[in-house]
DNA sequence: AAATTATATGAACAGATGTTCATGTATCAA
DNA sequence: TTGATACATGAACATCTGTTCATATAATTT
């Protein structure tokens, strides 16, 4: 078998993984796969991090497919968009 | 439970990560589960790329505990060090 | 001894990432 | 309508990452 059939499934892998890759962003999904669905405020209380560090995690992990938002009134909703993220998630915490 | 026991599985998690969030890494990974060892220039076959990339992957990949090395000859023998890899790697494959 | 092969290393640089600070915008409460 | 709350955005910057090029070293072959 070739590995070049392999490229696009390792380009997204890759993709995904860099968008995982990082303590903070961890911990929000780890938080959002305890929830459902957290506010800004509620993971920055969680993580005891700065708001606006947050919400550049966020927004930017949101425009790479891992998380969703919902706004209601002043909140603003997120979540674990796919399944998948969990499972990987939970695999990591396994065997790292 | 509190976020910050998990600190510091959250800190390998994501320096594990970030030593496999890269597609040239990745397919190393992959070559080597499906064999093993291999030597530098059989790595650089398969992944078609140069030399002097992929020995500094290799070389950062061994100090990131992920790879070992066994020299012999003029050839260097690169291996998986740890079997979670592989096990992370066929999650991340299944998953992503 | 000289040439070849296998691999590593270091400098240099572009681009990506993580962080902070200041500020913007929208919603709600007084 | 003013102020507070919740969140996003953008500039600025330091650091990290990926890559290439040139060169070094060590083992092997001629």
Same mark, same amino acid.
């Given at each position: 078998?070739? =590995?070049? #059939?392999?490229?696009? +499934?390792?380009?997204?892998? %890759?993709? *995904? @993984?860099? %968008?995982? %890759?990082?303590? !903070?962003? $961890?911990?929000?999904?780890? +938080?959002? #796969?305890?929830?459902?669905?957290? *506010? =800004? !405020?509620?993971? =920055?209380?969680? @993580?005891?991090?700065? +708001?606006?560090?947050? #919400?550049?995690?966020? !927004?930017?992990?949101? %425009?790479? /497919?891992?998380?969703?938002?919902?706004?209601? /009134?002043?909140?603003?909703?997120? #979540?674990?968009?796919?399944?998948?993220?969990?499972?990987?998630?939970?695999?990591? $915490?396994? +065997?790292?």
């Amino acid at each position: 078998m070739n =590995v070049l #059939s392999h490229r696009e +499934q390792l380009e997204k892998a %890759a993709y *995904t @993984l860099k %968008a995982l %890759a990082n303590e !903070t962003r $961890l911990c929000i999904v780890i +938080q959002l #796969s305890k929830h459902d669905e957290k *506010t =800004v !405020t509620e993971l =920055v209380n969680d @993580l005891n991090c700065e +708001q606006s560090l947050l #919400s550049h995690h966020l !927004t930017d992990m949101r %425009a790479k /497919g891992i998380l969703n938002c919902r706004k209601s /009134g002043k909140n603003c909703y997120y #979540s674990i968009k796919d399944e998948r993220v969990i499972q990987l998630l939970e695999c990591i $915490l396994k +065997q790292c």
